[in-house]
């Protein structure tokens, strides 16, 4: 009996370490000073299609749609260039590995692997429908920061990384 329960034991090791557990990421508000307070939490889960984002967020403008990204960097600290405070501005720019250069949403292989969908507030100002980034694996979000804009998102180039516009609130994802 015990050389059948050390065998089942390191069987159950052996695909430990395939199995990720899911990612939580706490968003804060982007302020000139840095993080500010919490306006919830964002879940992410692999699935055979992609990550699933599951938000529980609240205190956004009712009804209001908001661009949402992976940053190459993992920080939300505010940066300052040429004089302009930029909030959550070390952040970088979205997660382009391939160096697309290009904003074309999360359903086109085109444009920057960090274009994640776009997340809708509801008449409350609470955004908690969960969204799907089919290009993106959980092990991709690692040592990065996900940025809430204040705007939406034309998946396009045009106007500038999708019309987003300021950065709402950012989270941190720790490097594994």
């Known amino acids: 009996m015990t050389l059948r329960k050390t065998m089942m034991a390191a069987a159950l090791l052996s695909v430990a370490p395939l199995a990720i557990a899911d990612t ?10 840095g993080p500010g307070e919490s306006i919830g939490t964002v879940s ?9 984002i599951t938000p529980d967020i609240s205190g956004v403008p009712a009804n ?13 600290q505010a940066s300052r260039t ?7 501005g070390a952040a970088g720019g979205h997660f382009d590995p391939d160096n697309t250069g290009r904003h ?36 991709d979000l690692s040592g ?25 609130a950012c989270g941190v994802i720790d490097p594994n």
């Open 64 to 76: 209001s749609m908001h661009g949402f990204h992976l940053h190459e960097n993992a920080t939300c």
């Open 24 to 33: 939580t990421v706490e968003l804060q508000k982007a302020t000139p000073e």
């Open 144 to 168: 990065h920061a996900v940025i809430l804009h204040e705007g939406g998102d034309t998946y396009s180039d045009t106007p500038n990384l999708g019309g987003g516009g300021a950065r709402f």
């Open 44 to 52: 992410f889960e692999d699935t055979p299609y992609g990550v699933l």
């Open 104 to 139: 074309a949403g999360p359903y086109s292989d085109d444009g920057h692997l960090g274009d994640m969908p776009v997340l809708t507030a509801d008449g409350e100002g609470n955004i908690t429908t969960p969204v799907l980034a089919p290009r993106l694996r959980e092990r």
């Open 82 to 88: 040429d004089g302009e405070t930029t909030p959550a």
